[in-house]
Structure formats: C-alpha cells, structure tokens
C-alpha cells in the first residue's frame, strides 16, 4: 500500500495499516490498555482501535455500531449524526467473521443558548469487528476533525464529504484491507 505502512497492536498480535505520516500516540501520552492510537505528525486525524466487550441484546449488528459510536463519540456531549451503515469483509480475516463499517459525525452542543454551536464536526468512520467466540468488539475509529472553513466542504446529505473525509476514507479502505490478528491469544485463547 503507497502511503502506508504496517505497525503492531497490542505488542503485535494485531497488524494494520496507517498512513506513513501517522506517528504513535503512546510516544506522546498515557493510552490505556485497550486503545491503540495513532495520530497525524503534521495535522489532526486520529485512528483509534480499541477492544470493547462485545455487546449483545441488540436486534441487529447496526443496532449495536449505533451503541459503540454513542459510547465512544456520545459519551463527550456531542450529537451524533449516522450517514452510512455497511457489512463488509475484512480482506485478512476469516469471511465468517462479522465486520462492518459506519460513516457519523459529532458535533459539539451548544454551550448556551444564546451561544449556538458552530459549524465544525468531526467526521467519523468507524469500522467494527465482531468476534463472537473471543466475546469482543474491536472498534476501529478515524478521526477528522474539521473547523468550520473545512466543515463548509462537506455536505453529508448530498454525498459531498469534501478532501479531508476523503482523505478519511481511504485511510479506513486500508484498515479493512490491511486488519489481521496474528496472535488469538489476545484474547484470552
């Protein structure tokens, strides 16, 4: 992959590709132990994998992409806006393993109400793996932010993502292209 190189999770036993530019966040910060972060030396996208317990009592797999997004975005006050939802095959894993992906935005609330929000949002993609045996959802997000002069682009509705959330989506096509457990016993087996 051009642009692109592949790094080690969780001490190796998960591999993904990230953009070439994207450096570790654990080289800057504290991360906890269940998030693996990787943001962009020169700008502001983020890519965040984090192993969740899967969630269960959903009728559907959408039903629970809707219950991560709002626990991992909704948890900060934001509103949560869901554009597209989408089964998907991840290229390095087993076809029977579930794995989808969702396009969202957060958007901050206004502080007051004499104060309304502007108009910059993060954009979201979010690709989600379900490992029912292991009892784990591993969340795959990439973050873009965006000011309010790039929101300006985007017009989600209408199927205008604008450069940056472009720019977003081919890093998420290469996460699904790239995505492979080395180690299953990361998660307990």
Known sequence: MSGFKVVDLYDGSIQMAVPTNFIDASDLRPVPDNQEVYVDANGTTSIVVELQERVDGFATNEEAMKYHIEDLAGGCGDTIRLYQTQCVSM??????????????????????????????????YMVMVRLV??????????????????AREVKMEEGRLGQKMEEGGTIRDAVVASFWVKNWGLFGQ
């Open 133 to 150: 045996e292991q009892k784990c959802d591993i969340i795959v997000t990439v973050n873009v932010p965006h000011d309010e002069r790039l």
């Open 91 to 124: 290229h390095k894993l087993h076809a029977a393993i579930p794995a989808y992906t969702m396009i969202a935005t957060a958007h901050p609330i206004a502080a007051t109400a004499s104060s309304p929000a502007s108009g910059a949002f993060t954009g979201i």
